[in-house]
């Protein structure tokens, strides 16, 4: 059985993405006003001379003022008076153009090409801490753990006082699995007590090795404190608001969503809405799910939820191409494709574009070896199950493990042996109800997919007992069934 | 007109001069019967009548043209002969009116052009003409800083061609002494922000005046080689690769910044080599990475020697444009 990831324990890790994205979409702006007087009057000075005296002495002051003014006009109407022949070189001119600050969708782009880029600009000057940051990330995307740990140290060391810098280096670490790494960069910097993203950050990997931070009443003080603005505290509110929800106050922690929610990053509208899921009464309210740039993760999250699978896994693809590192998107996205879309080849693909960071990433081995197997590719299947067996360290892994192992016998027309491993996995899976129906449910998906006979009460009876479950996986699988039950022209109710 | 220094006004300039201190100046040609031509800055007073609050504005204007007047004379004392000379000053009595009839000048050696405009010849304008003119920027830089001045606003239109002497550094306005106090001192940066090192538009002010001060020159006459070559300021090449939140005008600390202004610099100054002539790109470029640095603490240090402390003198870069332009002097000579 393929596996989606993990929804019980989101923790508000910061995203890594490029240096400007992060900033574009972390950083509050206010909207550009009108140009102060003094600023004003120096453009249109420049503007006069070079109107009267149009030579390139003229014409680049002007063009350099207008750029450090964000004259956008001014820049235009210099650039569309160039001659054809003008000595500005297009590199240059490329440069000076200004990006659109709307255009904030997610480039996927080739890590070699960005590896090279990195390495041979610090070549020359190798103090550019951001650099060696982007450097370890493409590092990480394309699976060279060791050189991405040794950039990152660099960019620590030559920047380690810089936010954008400590908590990338904090979300490498989680990446690597080393929580208790990303805390000691964290506490080492010496700016927990005053900054609140880097606190909300060690807050939430403090979490994720299970303890509790001994920031917590600073972190209270802050949020309560009027000294930041809404969007500083948002991500250390949502902190905040996880960990209440975890000790089981869900009041303080809906009270604490509300006040991360009054000016959220992407994140945070992410982790609110999984809030919502898992026993917060809180909503994202409208304006605010419009006005947040990049809830790529959102997105994928709210379709997933509203089981409208397309547009789930087109969100989940810009959340990859976001994230490309992460495993939880590609693991999403493996998922969506084979189990509620059926396109395993898909699903294969965005397995294998995951496991290229997580190598020894279970879930993605395992929906691997399940997508394989549906594509008759049974030897691979089995090389990948088998990988995947051996990181298996959870009662649910071992369970998954044997529910996948049952659909590759099945497959490779091992009857019995299929049957033996979907009872081992149900056995498994005897103190938790949902994955009991699960497996049951996979097996029968199996058992008519290879033409074996499943009897309508076992139908009808697994269609019932998904019904009473009202998580995205059931509606998945209870979907499934009823489409095989309406191959088999069996009377069933449509509705969930 | 005639003045009572011996010149005559021959007529104004049409381009303005310009701001100075914050104030406003007019443009003339003027000449002396023994065939000198001079330009001719006037302080008109009488614009305080369009200022809201015209005291503050006349201590500024009069604050600004006496320390421009008396560091130009330091300057003519010292001989300083990349410095555009002031030949002479005083006032000029245009009307009866009290005061405002009084216009004070000052009159200095006039230049062919300003190298911003002389860049129209381009093609023309070869390699070794641009390398000698940042050869005598730098001396000029050079020749102020060993007399305990900054120029502060160095830039195309402040850099004046003469026909026999070459390039030499006008407009003072801007200028700081160490030890003494100069009208644009509280500034965190003093010229035209088109031009200003980054860390004058962060405001971030450095303890040291070493730092401060001829950091900023070091830094324009690196933007000054951008400009030369590619028509733009190193300031608006930096500012057009910082990510929009992180732009001054939000608030943003120095500090907070600098890793920002480090990867636009290292992108800028790959982008500003595609406009270096291949004979000199790897030395102008290795000039540029060290002059316009966006740190000033670290500007003027190599990638090589980056532990290397000592304080920055343009001695260094006076040699090696010298060096550069008797290159591409000798290439011209031989072609």
């Known amino acids: 059985m393929a596996l989606g990831h993990n929804d019980n324990a989101r923790k508000l890790i910061p995203r890594w993405r490029s240096p400007a994205s992060t900033v574009v979409l972390e950083m509050p702006t206010t909207p550009k006003g009108p140009l102060g007087p003094d600023a004003a009057a120096s453009l249109a000075q420049k503007l006069e001379e070079w109107r009267a ?214 994140n945070v509208v992410a982790q609110a809405m999984w809030a919502s899921r898992n026993g917060v009464n809180i909503a994202v309210p409208q304006e605010t799910w419009a006005a947040t740039r990049g809830r790529y993760e959102a997105e994928s999250l709210s379709s997933y939820f509203g089981g409208d699978w397309r547009a789930s896994l087109r969100a989940t693809e810009q959340w990859f191409a976001d994230e490309p590192f992460s495993r939880r998107p590609s693991i999403q996205a493996s998922y969506v494709s084979a189990v509620a879309l059926e396109e395993y080849a898909q699903s294969v693909e965005f397995a294998r574009r995951g496991l290229i960071a997580n190598p020894s990433d279970f879930t993605l081995r395992n929906n691997l070896a399940f997508a394989l197997a549906h594509l008759g590719q049974l030897k691979e299947a089995e090389q990948h199950l088998l990988l995947a067996s051996k990181v298996a360290s959870s009662s649910l892994e071992r369970v998954v493990v044997a529910a996948t192992a049952g659909l590759l016998a099945l497959r490779s027309g091992d009857i019995e042996g299929g049957s033996r491993a979907y009872e081992a996995a149900e056995a498994g899976a005897a103190r938790d109800e949902f994955l009991t129906l699960s497996v049951r449910a996979f097996r029968a998906l199996e058992r008519l997919g290879v033409g074996q006979l499943v009897s309508t009460e076992e139908l009808t009876g697994l269609l019932e007992a998904l019904r009473k479950w009202r998580r995205p996986e059931s509606r998945a699988l209870y979907s499934r069934l009823a489409r095989a039950l309406r191959t088999w022209s069996l009377p069933f109710d449509d509705a969930m | 007109m005639d003045l009572d220094t011996g010149w005559h006004v021959d007529g104004m300039v049409a381009r303005p001069a310009g701001a100075t201190g914050g104030c406003f100046s007019d443009a003339y040609r003027v000449s002396r019967a023994d065939g000198a031509q001079g330009f001719l800055k006037a302080l008109d007073f009488s614009r305080a009548l369009d200022v809201p609050d015209p005291v503050p504005w006349f201590q500024a204007f009069t604050t600004a043209y006496l320390f421009e007047r008396d560091i130009l ?187 920002h202004l480090q990867t636009a610099f290292s992108s800028a100054v790959a982008t500003v080599e595609t406009a270096f002539p291949t004979e000199v790109k790897s030395d102008l470029s290795a000039i540029v990475r060290e002059l316009c640095y966006p740190d000033p603490r670290e500007r003027g240090r190599t990638r090589k020697h980056l532990e290397r402390i000592g304080p920055l003198t343009m001695q260094r870069y006076v040699t090696r444009f010298d060096f550069l332009a008797r290159r591409a002097e000798a290439l011209v000579r031989r072609a």
């Not at chain 1, 997610?106 to 990195?118: G, M, Q, S």
């Not at chain 1, 920031?215 to 404190?225: D, G, T, Y």
Request: net charge neutral; proline share 6%; with cysteine.
């Open chain 2, 73 to 259: 004379a330091a300057c003519d004392a010292r001989r300083l002969d990349r410095i555009v000379r002031s030949i002479a000053h005083g006032y000029a009595d245009v009307d009866q009116t009290p005061l405002l009839g009084r216009v004070p000048y000052i009159i200095f050696e006039r230049a062919e052009q300003d190298v911003g405009s002389a860049l129209i010849l381009v093609g023309t304008v070869d390699l070794a003409w641009r390398l000698r003119s940042l050869h005598h920027v730098a001396t000029a830089l050079f020749q102020l800083h060993q007399n305990g001045i900054a120029h502060q606003d160095v830039k195309a239109s402040n850099v004046l061609l003469f026909k026999s002497a070459g390039s030499k550094v006008a407009d003072l306005g801007c200028a700081s002494v160490r030890g003494g106090s100069a009208p644009r001192d509280g500034l965190a940066f003093a010229g035209d922000p088109a031009h200003a090192a980054p860390e004058g538009l962060y405001g971030y002010v450095d303890p040291e005046w070493n730092v401060r001060r001829i950091g900023c020159d070091a830094y324009h006459l690196g933007s000054l080689l951008v400009f030369l070559f590619s028509q733009a300021s190193m300031t608006a090449l930096l500012y057009a690769g910082i990510p929009e939140p992180m732009r001054p005008e939000h608030g943003v600390k120095f500090e907070e910044a600098l890793p």
């Open chain 1, 53 to 266: 005296h149009p030579n390139p002495g003229t014409r680049g002051d002007l063009l350099s003022a207008a750029v450090v003014f964000g004259a956008n006009d001014v820049v235009a109407e210099v650039r569309a008076s160039d001659p054809p022949n003008s000595s500005t070189t297009e590199a240059i001119a490329q440069l000076l153009q200004i990006p659109d600050a709307n255009d904030d969708a997610p480039i996927r782009r080739d890590e070699r090409v960005l590896i090279r880029h990195a390495r041979s600009h610090l070549a020359l000057e190798p103090r550019d801490p951001l650099r060696w940051m982007e450097l370890s990330r493409a590092l990480t995307i394309v699976g060279s753990r060791h050189r991405a740990s040794r950039a990152m140290r660099v960019a620590l060391l030559q920047a380690p006082r810089c936010r954008i810098v400590l908590r990338s280096a904090a979300r490498l670490a989680v990446h690597e699995g080393e929580p208790e790494r990303a805390r000691s960069i964290l506490n080492n910097s010496g700016l927990l007590d005053r900054d609140p993203w880097l606190l909300a950050t060690e807050i939430s990997v403090t979490s994720l090795m299970e303890k509790t931070s001994t920031w917590m009443k600073r972190a209270q003080r802050l949020v309560e404190s009027e000294r930041f603005a809404p969007r500083d505290l948002s991500e250390l509110a949502a902190a905040l608001g996880t960990e209440e929800r975890e000790s089981g106050s869900t009041r303080n922690a809906r009270k604490l969503f509300e006040r991360a929610l009054r000016d959220p990053t992407e």
